[in-house]
């Protein structure tokens, strides 16, 4: 079962912030987000595993909430550059090494 | 120099071919993987290996079938390709680490550039 992301889109100006969230019906290890430009690959952002532990990018922050299965990437200041489709990856508890991405988070950042 | 390569970028075939999509990592990592990314950008996991075992195989037709020679590739060989089968083929690859369990867990995934694939 793939995770459910929210909002489907988001249109921002320069300098705004937004957030995107993650929900699984299951019992998560880690939950991974990436963005993908338009005809690019998906690209490493951050990595939330359970137990508090993080890694990824100096200015995007999330959070994950194990009990409720959900996380949020929060975005603030946006830039130009932020534009694009971002994913969650969810990794369960007994899916060893198996991601199932939600179906995307299109965020536009206009001037 | 490019971390997870792909070869070819684009791919037009007709249905009923074969075709095999090629991947290569030169960041020593020992999981590959290959994901298919349809037209409403859905990313799903297909494949993927570690230390050339395959460990996940998702429900995938019997027409695709990966091969991994060594744990710096992973190729793709599809039969018999059908229309549905037009979709974006990303590899990717990650150092997974061994908890405490003995339970491997991914860590970041890179990816590829990814072969555009269409059958007519």
């Known amino acids: 079962q793939q995770p459910v992301q929210s909002p489907q889109a988001v249109i921002l100006r320069e300098g705004e912030d937004a957030v995107i969230n993650c929900s699984s019906s299951?019992?998560?290890?880690?939950v991974h987000w990436y963005r993908q430009k338009h005809g690019e690959a998906p690209v490493f952002l951050m990595i939330?595993?359970?137990?508090?532990e993080q890694k990824g990018h100096e200015k995007i922050s999330a959070s994950f909430n194990e009990k409720k299965q959900q996380s949020s990437l929060y975005l603030t200041a946006s830039q130009l550059s932020y534009s694009g489709t971002y994913f969650c990856g969810t990794e369960a508890g007994t899916s060893y090494g198996k991601l199932t991405f939600g179906q995307g988070t299109i965020l536009t950042v206009h001037p | 120099d490019t971390a997870v390569s792909q070869t070819p970028k684009y791919l037009v075939t007709q249905m009923g071919n074969d075709k095999s999509i090629k991947c290569e990592q030169n960041?020593?990592?020992?999981?590959m993987y290959w994901y298919k990314q349809d037209s409403k950008k859905f990313l799903k996991i297909m494949f993927s290996y570690n230390n050339k075992e395959l460990i996940i195989n998702e429900t995938v037709p019997n027409r695709f079938s990966p091969k991994s020679p060594d744990k710096a590739h992973l190729n793709l060989h599809i039969n018999s390709l059908e229309l549905g089968d037009s979709a974006v083929y990303f590899c990717a690859s990650s150092q997974d680490e061994l908890t405490s369990g003995r339970a491997l867990r991914t860590d970041t995934q890179y990816f590829g550039p990814g072969t555009r694939l269409t059958v007519l």
């Open positions: 939330l595993l359970k137990g508090g």
């Open positions: 299951k019992a998560l290890y880690s």
């Open positions: 960041l020593g990592h020992d999981t």
